[in-house]
């Protein structure tokens, strides 16, 4: 997945990857990478994409929702195990968690 611009909306692109080619740029990403399981839950019509880190990040919980609009977005009423929205903080992203680790809950 290669992700650009910013929070909220941003650009996404995915693609799948043959063993060899995972291999080969996985090796790039060194030692930047991030250990997660994701897992793909039901939420209000929706998918919830939660994300639980391990290594580095261990007890780093993230959850995700794709929306088609702003509007969808704005009408959505997240459940509470949601927990603090982090959406608009930089220290959140995949690579900000690669780069500088967990973030500091209190900064």
Request: aromatic share 12%; charged share 30%.
């Amino acid at each position: 997945t290669i992700k650009g611009g910013s929070a909220p909306t941003r650009t996404e692109v995915e693609w799948a990857l043959d063993p060899d080619e995972f291999e080969a740029l996985w090796s790039l990403a060194e030692p930047r990478g991030i250990d997660k399981t994701r897992y793909r839950i039901p939420v209000g019509g929706r998918t919830a994409e939660l994300d639980v880190f391990e290594g580095a990040l261990r007890g780093l919980w993230l959850v995700e929702v794709e929306f088609p609009t702003d509007e969808a977005m704005a009408a959505f009423d997240p459940p509470a195990w949601f927990g603090d929205e982090v959406t608009d903080d930089g220290r959140y992203t995949n690579a900000a968690l690669a780069l500088a680790g967990l973030p500091d809950p209190f900064a």
